[in-house]
């Protein structure tokens, strides 16, 4: 009996373990097969932003350019803060933020493969995939899982991974933190981690028979929100972003859609065994997540009065969606294909890191 409780004490106290040197190895690997490209897209919009902050004499016209979306965020009062308290370079800084970022969303993918997977080659499999795929293109979205430079959605990922963790666990206070963390950094991606989060607290509980399954993203938006009509100038620079309109996607991205939610549907059906019981209840929540959203999103983006909601991208929350996924098919692919055969890993990480 005593070797029992010692052997059962020992693995509750491996799995708290962090591999943190393995993690920043994949970092360090994720950053070789992906690049860094500090000035890139978005980048243009929140590195001055940053640069303004420490600096106000800069960009004396034309900075509403970028100031605009600035004001939404705290993200760069948070990077401004970070180099005044470093004294390191601007430069330096901001790359060490981006490091930081990826290493922290891998982390947290840590986190919750633990939750999913008992063998430790499945939880590295998992977190081995999210850092090979870095740079997939979420469906029609024009999001990547992560960028190649620094944004706020370099930072609203981990703390939306860290958040519906900790509402999977039932620790509501630092799932709160977390949130709010997140809204600070990017209100409109906040929304949909904290909506996944309200979904698993509503499943467990009803689970527990404490109360009804509510699915919270039909709370997030009012069906008459007394929306203007758009103007014909609205209208018309609207429609320069055709990934706002789910009916403008093109056929690929569409299977972008539900090839996610089909294969999601397919890992709840898993009846391996008891450590599949988390993926089972979490790949359901993401569906039920997955396919409110595309509701939603299909209501906003064909309905007239609503157009100007378009704006809103609901089908970006097939971003943290996508992650999970990798999580989930890695850590499966770890199982029951890669298992310890050094050269099966090879075969599978050598190819798509090729192709990324």
Known sequence: MIKRMSSKSHQKGSVKRRPYLSLLLLTLAGLLVHGYHPMAEDAEIYIPSVKKV???????????????HASLTQFDRLIAMSVRISHLSFDAAVFLWYLASIFLTLLACWDWAEEF???????????????????????????????QYLTPRSLVLFAL???????????????????????????????????????LAGMKYAEAGKTAAVPVWALLFMPDLGVLPASD??????????????????????????????????FRQSRSGKETRSLRRVSWSLVTYGFGFFVV?????????????????????????YTFLIVLGGGLLGKYVLKRHALRWVILFLPVCAGM
């Open 54 to 68: 420490l600096n106000p004499a800069l960009y004396p016209f034309g900075s509403e350019f970028f100031l605009h």
């Open 117 to 147: 997977f008992i063998e430790k080659e499945s939880r590295f499999a998992g977190i081995a995939l999210v850092a090979a795929l870095l740079t997939l293109p979420v469906a029609g979205t024009s999001l990547y899982i992560a960028d």
């Open 161 to 199: 991974l860290f958040a519906t963790l900790n509402a999977w666990r039932g620790r509501y206070v630092r799932f709160a933190v977390w949130s709010i963390f997140a809204g600070l950094m990017h209100p409109l991606m906040a929304v949909f981690g904290v909506s996944f989060g309200l979904l």
């Open 233 to 266: 100038a609205y209208r018309e620079a609207v429609q320069t972003r055709s990934y706002f309109f789910l009916l403008q996607w093109h056929w690929y991205e569409w299977i972008g859609i539900f090839a996610p939610l089909a294969l999601l549907w397919w």
């Open 297 to 321: 999103a299909l209501v906003l983006t064909t309905h007239p009065r609503l157009e100007t909601l378009a704006r809103l991208q609901p089908m970006r929350s097939l971003h943290l969606l």
